[in-house]
């Protein structure tokens, strides 16, 4: 294989309805994919950055930055995905840039050696149980129509956004309404503060299956500290970003779950290298999402097929998010959903999605 030219896309998509966390309310998503042109065949990446940098310090106009100034100059025609990996190591942090490159040659190697990426990874599943994450709604009432919805569509697990001053009233009414059987948790983005142990202690009564990032991002010792005063597990997100903030976060206790997102690691190969260090230590792993469009929801549906993978994650069907996904949508079926098979991510844009997008820049290797 020979890489010969990338490429940068830019676009824009609305989402089906605002989604609101504790951090802001996305009404449209941004979009930066990476085209890795190849003598043979190419490869798409999406970048999951959002526009500002709330979630995480990275946001997209930065990654346009980093991909553009200090990661296409690194590659070369024979470049793979395994040897962009160490060539970028230098390169400190900026995941997400790195995630979005790296996808785009693994779909365009893969691609050219007939390979899925389900099966490259290691997949085991041919379709993955998916859950729903429900943004934080302007009432109780709404709160109710909505989950009763995705309920209705058959998703297998529901988490909750919830922020001070809406969490412990949400869950309870979440509960009480839909009973003790669904599977249900909760998201914080980091939220809370180590102060509010007692007040997170009252979620114990409602048999979550997790709390996800309760503290700051970089708080490992508190949430260490909240994991042993709550009987709720404490999953981690925007605190793990590579396999050795994953093995320290085990190591010390500091959750019994961890969220997988591989734009949030630096890409596919990592994420893989953290699954299999949880699956070797008996912690279960579910994959998140970032609002992807059907680019990067293919790639993670091909790893949320490992067989770490046990609990639900937040790949939900492209109707979810889109009135119109950029690729073939993703379709719920019976709380499922299909991993594609085809080789590389399995998908392509739409040619007329495809023209909704702007080309805005062209590397010749
Ligand atoms: O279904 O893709 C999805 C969204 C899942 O809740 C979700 N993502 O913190 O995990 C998160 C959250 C998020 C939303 C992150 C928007 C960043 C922006």
């Not at 802001?24 to 003598?39: I, N, Q, S």
């Not at 001070?164 to 909760?186: A, C, M, N, W």
Request: charged share 20%.
């Amino acid at each position: 294989m020979t890489i010969e030219t990338i490429e940068l896309w830019r676009g824009r998509i609305d989402l089906v309805s605002p989604f609101r966390t504790s951090f802001g309310t996305e009404t449209f998503r941004d979009l930066l994919y990476v085209r890795a042109v190849g003598d043979r065949n190419a490869g798409w990446g999406e970048c999951v950055a959002m526009a500002t940098p709330n979630y995480s310090s990275e946001y997209l106009e930065n990654c346009v930055q980093v991909i553009s100034r200090f990661l296409l100059p690194l590659i070369k025609g024979d470049t793979t995905a395994e040897s962009f990996i160490a060539t970028v190591a230098p390169i400190r942090g900026n995941y997400m840039s790195k995630a979005c490159v790296e996808s785009a040659l693994l779909d365009v190697q893969l691609r050219d050696q007939d390979i899925s990426l389900a099966r490259f990874l290691g997949a085991t599943q041919s379709r993955v149980a998916s859950g729903v994450s429900v943004g934080i709604q302007a009432s109780l009432g709404d709160l109710v129509r909505v989950v009763g919805e995705y309920i209705a569509q058959g998703y297998l697990r529901i988490k909750l956004k919830i922020e001070p001053g809406s969490d412990i009233e949400v869950v309870h009414t979440v509960r009480k309404e839909f009973g003790d059987d669904l599977l249900l948790q909760v998201d914080a983005n980091a939220a809370y503060t180590r102060s509010d142990t007692a007040h997170l202690k009252q979620l114990d009564a409602f048999n979550l299956l997790l709390i996800e990032q309760p503290l700051a991002e970089d708080d490992l010792a508190g949430h260490v500290e909240l994991a042993r005063a709550i009987n709720t597990p404490v999953c981690l997100d925007e605190s793990i970003t590579s396999l050795d903030t994953a093995r320290g976060a085990l190591d010390l206790g500091a959750c019994p779950v961890i969220n997988i997102k591989p734009g949030r690691v630096g890409g596919y190969i990592e994420a893989k290298k953290i699954h299999d260090l949880c699956l070797a230590r008996g912690i279960p792993v579910w994959c998140g999402g970032m609002l992807e469009t059907g680019i990067g929801r293919a790639a993670n549906l091909a790893l949320a097929a490992l067989p770490g993978f046990t609990l639900p994650g937040d790949t939900s069907a492209s109707a979810r998010y889109f009135a119109r996904d950029i690729t073939e949508p993703f379709v719920l079926m019976d709380g499922y959903i299909d991993v594609p098979t085809g080789p590389g991510i399995g998908v392509e844009p739409l040619a007329d999605m495809l023209a909704t997008l702007t080309k805005s820049a062209t590397f010749k290797l």
